[in-house]
């Protein structure tokens, strides 16, 4: 490696053939360009970036509910990156790794859920939905549920804001039609009014059915 200082180039960064200019220590410096690059591809590798393709994918699409969730909590990262770090390390299984909806996570916090949930899928699209609401406080019964409806083959979402009130034991939501033969997997969201986050109630969702014969579209 040589060290120029030239008047000439001054603070060039650029490259010609086989060299290249950067700046090291306020001084102009030429390298020669690597060889080759390596882009390995071992298999460990190809599994660790198709892990990471899938969530990505599905991060994508519930972004905006992330950001509510999380709000302004997170000082290191986004909310998108946290989750996508969170379900690459965990919520794969087998050999070659394969998605498990059951240990699909859109948030680490803890608290308020409603209990006992049932998805059955009914004809039409139709997905029934029932629970216990889990809670006693008055807050939290009349608050409203948000359900996040995943296709487990294609894992495409669909986002049901504040479909029914927490109270209210059962509620009834559509698939889409083009879902129809796939499983599906049942997050629900819901208002902890013990805990507070940037002033609001603590926004809690969690897994909670599906997964399994019963939740296939018809």
Known sequence: ????????????????????????????????????????RTEAQVKQRNKFATIVAIVKQVVSLLNEIYGKSLTNMTPANKITGLNVKNAFTGDPPVLD????????????????????????????????PGTNNADELASKLTFVLFNCQTNHVAIFRDAAVRQDDQATINAPAYWVGAQTALHVMTSDYNQTLDGNPKKIIKFVAGADPASVVQ
Request: aromatic letters at 6%.
């Open 101 to 132: 909806h059951t240990k699909l996570q859109l948030c680490d916090f803890d608290g308020s859920m409603v209990h006992d949930v049932v998805l059955a899928a009914q004809p039409d699209q139709a997905m029934n939905i029932t629970w216990s």
């Open 1 to 40: 490696m040589a060290i120029v200082q030239n008047p000439i180039t001054g603070r060039t960064k650029k490259s010609f053939g086989t060299a290249v200019f950067t700046k090291m220590f306020d001084k102009n410096v030429i390298r020669s360009k690597p060889l080759e690059v390596k882009n390995p």
